[in-house]
């Protein structure tokens, strides 16, 4: 977790290299010393809000630009960390690995099935693909009036807007991956 002054220092140092401005120029437009903006952008200053506010002006951003927490260029994401929707009396274990959150057309789920249980899934938005992969078990997939088994280490794609079905046929638990494309 980062603190609010590497937020800060992070975001100005970004928005003062895209705006193409040294040090002296940046303190020039906004009335900040070159020595306290070198010290605020290190994380080592703990500036004040009207210090940040003349920065902003200065660099003509909106003060949230200084403050808004980055996003990182990855993410980890635990299973032991997250709550999984359930479904068959929690036979079904469903853990949204990536939600579809930031509109990228795409989540990511991983899947848990206890031997004979089932799902019977309502169709997803108009166009989505269901991609899944499963990697221990026996899975039988019903859609469209058709069955499919897919079996430890094979994959399945199909439309996933009209009633589909999960089936743990087998003795053991079943382990999915599966990926939701909305076109």
């Given at each position: 977790?980062?603190?609010?002054?590497?937020?800060?220092?992070?975001?100005?140092?970004?928005?003062?290299?895209?705006?193409?401005?040294?040090?002296?120029?940046?303190?020039?437009?906004?009335?900040?010393?070159?020595?306290?903006?070198?010290?605020?952008?290190?994380?080592?200053?703990?500036?004040?809000?009207?210090?940040?506010?003349?920065?902003?002006?200065?660099?003509?951003?909106?003060f949230d630009?200084?403050?808004?927490?980055?996003?990182?260029?990855?993410?980890?994401?635990?299973?032991?960390?997250?709550?999984?929707?359930?479904?068959?009396?929690?036979?079904?274990?469903?853990?949204?690995?990536?939600?579809?959150?930031e509109n990228?057309?795409?989540?990511?789920?991983?899947?848990?099935?206890?031997?004979?249980?089932?799902?019977?899934?309502?169709?997803?938005?108009?166009?989505?693909?269901?991609?899944?992969?499963?990697?221990?078990?026996?899975?039988?997939?019903?859609?469209?009036?058709?069955?499919?088994?897919?079996?430890?280490?094979?994959?399945?794609?199909?439309?996933?807007?009209?009633?589909?079905?999960?089936?743990?046929?087998g003795s053991?638990?079943?382990?999915?991956?599966?990926?939701?494309?909305?076109?």
């Open positions: 977790m980062y603190t609010m002054n590497q937020i800060v220092a992070c975001n100005i140092k970004l928005l003062r290299e895209k705006n193409k401005l040294s040090m002296d120029e940046l303190s020039k437009l906004s009335g900040v010393s070159k020595s306290m903006l070198a010290q605020i952008e290190r994380g080592d200053g703990n500036p004040t809000v009207s210090t940040l506010w003349k920065i902003a002006n200065g660099m003509k951003v909106p630009a200084l403050t808004v927490r980055p996003k990182s260029p990855y993410e980890i994401v635990k299973l032991s960390e997250i709550q999984p929707l359930m479904e068959d009396e929690g036979k079904v274990k469903n853990y949204s690995i990536f939600p579809d959150d990228r057309r795409f989540a990511v789920y991983f899947l848990e099935l206890d031997p004979g249980s089932y799902w019977k899934s309502e169709p997803h938005l108009r166009g989505t693909i269901e991609f899944i992969t499963v990697f221990c078990g026996r899975l039988e997939i019903q859609f469209d009036d058709k069955s499919f088994i897919v079996a430890e280490n094979e994959s399945i794609r199909f439309k996933g807007d009209t009633i589909h079905s999960y089936h743990n046929i053991e638990v079943i382990s999915l991956h599966m990926i939701l494309y909305n076109s």
